[in-house]
Every structure is written in structure tokens, then in C-alpha cells.
């Protein structure tokens, strides 16, 4: 199986700031990665699919990169409804797999 | 408007079975593939399941292969996920999920699109 490793785990933010979360493949995957934004309590959303694509109706604010095995997710000016967990998920290959969470707080 | 509406979930023994199921609409069901993806309590998200819009191709992940079976009724735009032999480290929410389709360098690959709310499994005696 794939594994999926993001990091840091979790960070302290404020209002405006530029946020970057990594997420790292065990092995090649091309660029078949997704990033989902989940608030507690709530269902994911989907964001980002083919690693820089974003979803209907998601603000240019988000943005993706990387291919192989070494990607980001970033924020541009962070605002309060942004406060969340973020995953990374492989699609490349069986069992698809997700990152174990990026918990983005309010400093 | 495309919605995902699950239900069935509860509390359940170990050991026992329990059927999930899915709501579709707002979209044609039939042309889409479909998944189960669950998330324990205070825990990281678990793809479980995916089936193709024709039924014809099924996956599951290891941890529910032979205890779980993944079906879908498009006339009535349906998903159902049959969970059997329950285990303690079932209980989660489960997630419904719509993938779309992409080109992948001649191939075609899979991602979420829409998910539904979820429904809490609890397996607990």
C-alpha cells in the first residue's frame, strides 16, 4: 500500500497569513493526488483533484502542487472560515489512501 | 444539486450486521462511480470501498475484505454497503462519495468529488 505523509501535523496560524501543508507519497504517484478540507463535525470537501486542479466552486485562494511523490497544499491569505483539518489522498493505485490530517489553528 | 443522503447506521453487537445505504439525486446515478470512506472517532479518514457505475468492477480495502459487500441499485439511485461480522474497530461515520472521472495519461483515474453528511456505525456490546 501507498503511504501517505503529511506534515506538520498541525500549526498555528493568523488571519492573512500564507499557509503551506506537505504531503509526501511512499512511492511514485504521478500527479493523482486530491486535498479535502474537513471542519469538525462536517463532511470532507473536496478542493483539489490531479494535485493542482481545483474543484468547481473553491476559491483561488487554494492551490496545489508537485508530482511523484512530493506535493503541497497552499493557502494564500488565510481567513477564519479556513480554520480546519486538511487530508491528502492518493488515487494512483488500490487501496487509495489518505494522509493522517493537517489541523490548522488560529494563533 | 447534487446530494449524497446516508442512512442506516447505529449501534450494533460485535459480531452483528448492519446495511448501510445512500441517496442519490440532483445527478444521473448510473454514470458514476461510487465509494464508501469511513472516519473512527477523532481519527484520520479510511477509504473502505469503491464500486463502478455498472457494477462491474468492486474494490475494497483489506481491513473489510470478505466482512463488508459493496452494491448499488441505479434504478434506484441507491448505494448500499452490507456490513457483516462487526468488529469494535468498525465503529466510525461512513462516508458516501461520487468519484469523477480524469485522463490520466491514457487511463482513466478517480477522484472525490461530493460527499455525502455520514452516518455513525457504532459497534459496541
Known amino acids: 500500500d501507498i503511504q501517505m505523509t503529511q506534515s506538520p501535523s498541525s500549526l498555528s496560524a493568523s488571519v492573512g497569513d500564507r499557509v503551506t501543508i506537505t504531503c509526501r507519497a511512499s512511492?511514485?504517484?504521478?500527479?493523482?493526488l486530491a486535498w479535502f478540507q474537513q471542519k469538525p463535525g462536517k463532511a470532507p470537501k473536496s478542493l483539489i483533484y490531479a494535485a493542482s486542479s481545483l474543484q468547481s466552486g473553491v476559491p483561488s485562494k487554494f492551490s496545489g502542487s508537485g508530482s511523484g511523490t512530493d506535493f503541497t497544499l497552499t493557502i494564500s491569505s488565510l481567513q477564519p472560515e479556513d480554520f480546519a483539518t486538511y487530508y491528502c489522498q492518493q488515487y494512483n493505485s488500490y487501496p487509495w489512501t489518505f494522509g493522517q490530517g493537517t489541523k490548522v489553528e488560529i494563533k | 444539486e447534487v446530494q449524497l443522503v446516508e442512512s442506516g447506521g447505529g449501534l450494533v453487537k460485535p459480531g452483528g450486521s448492519l446495511r448501510l445505504s445512500c441517496a442519490a439525486s440532483?445527478?444521473?446515478?448510473?454514470?458514476?462511480?461510487m465509494n464508501w470512506v469511513r472516519q473512527a472517532p477523532g481519527k484520520g479518514l479510511e477509504w473502505v470501498s469503491s464500486i463502478s457505475s455498472s457494477s462491474s468492477y468492486i474494490y475494497y480495502a483489506d481491513s473489510v475484505k470478505g466482512r463488508f459487500t459493496i452494491s448499488r441499485d441505479n434504478a434506484k439511485n441507491s448505494l448500499y454497503l452490507q456490513m457483516n461480522s462487526l468488529r469494535a474497530e468498525d465503529t466510525a461515520v461512513y462516508y458516501c462519495?461520487?468519484?469523477?472521472?480524469?485522463?490520466?495519461?491514457?487511463?482513466?483515474?478517480?477522484?472525490?468529488?461530493?460527499w455525502g453528511q455520514g452516518t455513525l456505525v457504532t459497534v459496541s456490546s
Open positions: 512511492q511514485g504517484i504521478s500527479n493523482y
Open positions: 462519495a461520487r468519484v469523477r472521472a480524469h485522463d490520466g495519461f491514457g487511463e482513466l483515474k478517480y477522484y472525490f468529488d461530493y
Open positions: 440532483g445527478f444521473t446515478f448510473s454514470s458514476y462511480s
